[in-house]
């Protein structure tokens, strides 16, 4: 799913293709994307966009006369940028934007199709898809650990809750935690000040140079490969490979539909965590540290 870093790069590539440019036409192909009926996505057409906003993981176009267009990617939607009039490609299209300047295309490589547009009318509506999510960026200390710790979550689970924190997912929070040092199952009534404060500037400074880095990867390009596995991560998506840090192999947690990972010399003081389905089956084989987990592979 594409997280802050990721529609932070989508919004600063649409701004000068499409901010100030009328809709010309709106083409649904996909009946699961639309999920309102008042007002209807024609009341868009012919409207200019006059600002781009982001509500969580969602892309919000606001148009003239106070209607806005809701975009939620979901886990499998991206949209690309392509000469005025191209049609939505089969199988994967959801709908295209007409623009003056091109047409801006939304897809989903998903049999599933969980991408959902929204068309809503004044700021009053526009609220209500707001989780309330802390924005990270703009928060100062206090805000953060006044969040942090106003419910009793793990730290994976915190930091991806959108009621409580603003645009970080799986990837974002698995970078976050290796840089602050800390597992992802840590209680969040369990830190100590240090260690809140450690977090607090892990997550600005990672946020931060993760949207950097894309950035100087996209240029003046509109993003075409966003993805949850990114190059020069240290943890995500990197089970069994060398940490950064230490070089210690990275481990890794399943649980419902996600994963965490992480390192267990740097963030769990070489304990290896436990998989609930691995260690079901294992028992009294699930090994207990770094060093019994990479004798069981041989290392």
């Known amino acids: 799913m594409p997280e802050l870093p990721d529609i932070t790069i989508y919004l600063e590539a649409m701004a000068p293709r499409i901010v100030g440019q009328p809709l010309e036409r709106a083409r649904v192909v996909s009946p699961s994307l639309l999920r309102t009926v008042d007002p209807p996505l024609s009341a868009a057409e012919g409207r200019n966009v006059v600002g781009l906003r982001r509500i969580g993981k969602r892309i919000v176009w606001e148009m003239d006369g106070n209607l806005f267009l809701v975009f939620h990617l979901m886990i499998a939607g991206r949209f690309k940028w392509r000469p005025e009039g191209t ?102 009534g369990k830190l100590s000040d240090e260690e809140v404060a450690r977090l607090y500037h892990a997550t600005q400074q990672t946020t931060r140079a993760w949207i950097d880095r894309l950035r100087a990867e996209v240029g003046t390009k509109f993003p075409e490969k966003v993805t949850a596995f990114k190059d020069g991560m240290a943890v995500h998506g990197r089970y069994k490979e060398p940490c950064p840090v230490c070089g210690s192999p990275i481990q890794r947690i399943r649980y419902a539909n996600n994963e965490a990972n992480y390192c267990a010399t740097c963030q769990t003081g070489g304990r290896v965590l436990a998989d609930r389905s691995l260690s079901r089956l294992l028992k009294a084989d699930w090994p207990r540290s770094l060093e019994e987990w990479e004798a069981k592979l041989g290392r």
């Open 87 to 188: 049609a939505s490609p089969a199988k994967v299209g959801l709908a295209s934007f007409d623009f003056p300047t091109g047409t801006l295309l939304l897809n989903e490589a998903s049999p599933k199709k969980r991408a959902s547009l929204h068309v809503v009318a004044g700021e009053t509506g526009l609220n209500a898809h707001d989780p309330g999510g802390l924005d990270v960026l703009a928060a100062d200390l206090a805000a953060f650990k006044e969040r942090l710790q106003s419910e009793s979550h793990t730290l994976k689970r915190a930091l991806t809750d959108p009621h409580l924190f603003d645009g970080i997912g799986n990837w974002l929070s698995d970078e976050i935690l290796h840089a602050a040092k800390l597992s992802p199952f840590q209680l969040t």
